[in-house]
């Protein structure tokens, strides 16, 4: 069984690096085009594998070349797939992303496809008990709801990237252990003017056992119900920003089951999300485990 498992939106994505964004109704002449997996929990789960964690992606794919990639791509990266469904006659979640050289920027437009909903059956309920961390990511809403009660049954610390303001998200968020909202998302459901009051508004909403704020090129905040706490964004000479977010997310779970201290997890994820964005493809540029260590000690911090 995997440490860590995941539920939610699964994506192929088309990079298309730019050297600048272009005006509307013109042509530009890209420098690259990828294709590459992608989706917050998908991609997270595979940092948490790259980072030496077991990790299972619990979901729906189509049963035809794009799914087959997906699926394929899961493995690459040692991610189980015995708990993904391959379902014929159904569009993938595809998205094209444009990354915009000159600011270190992206642009995002997709397509959500028409895949059925995630069901639960006996191997994935199986998986989400014997797991130590649950990664949701607000997609799959019903079954990450299910997936969550499960989880808090059975000692499974549910993880919630919190990224979009989905519909029935006060549901995921009241059964969340570790609350990990984008700035965006902290303020825009709580209404507060800061990320720090934000912070402790969801967490005197939601009670979580602690909320972790990402503010970007900003770094983070950490608060554990009695202190706010910030920490940094590492160095790094950004290719691609793409996935940063979802990759932090997952070296999040990963120091969560290597037993560190909600700081020396935002220390680490933050440091493995800027050796990523160094990189173009969030899933390939994600580090080893070993090169984030000392890529930390050379920073001048100590897990």
Known sequence: MSKVVGIGACVLDTLITLPNFPPEDTKLRAT??????????????????????????????SDDSNG?????????????????????????????IWLNSAEGTRTCVFDKGDLPALQLD??????????EVLMVDGNEMSAAVEAAKIARANGTKVLYDCGGLYEGVD????????????????????????A?????????????????????????????GDTV???????????????????????????VVRGYTPIQCCHFSSCVSALKCMGVGARESVPSFDATIDYLRRNGYEL
């Open 32 to 61: 690259s085009s990828k294709l590459v997996g992608g989706g917050p929990a998908a991609t997270g789960i595979v940092a948490v594998s790259k980072l030496g964690i077991s990790a299972e992606f619990l979901g729906v794919l």
């Open 229 to 255: 706490t910030e920490y940094p964004i590492y160095p790094a000479e950004v290719v691609d920003s793409n996935g940063s977010g979802d990759v932090f997310h997952g070296a999040f779970a990963s120091a």
């Open 196 to 224: 720090a009051s934000a912070a402790k508004k969801l967490y005197e909403l939601y009670h979580p056992q602690y909320v972790v704020v990402t503010r970007g090129k900003l770094g983070g905040l950490l608060f554990d």
């Open 171 to 194: 549901k995921l968020l009241a059964l969340t252990d570790i609350m990990i909202p984008s700035e965006e998302f902290a303020m825009g459901h709580t209404g507060e003017k800061s």
């Open 68 to 96: 087959a990639y997906l699926k394929g791509d899961f493995e690459k990266y040692g991610v189980g797939t015995d708990n993904i469904d391959m379902i014929p006659g159904y569009r993938a979640f595809t998205s094209c």
């Open 122 to 131: 006996d191997a994935k309920i199986e998986a989400i008990k014997n797991a």
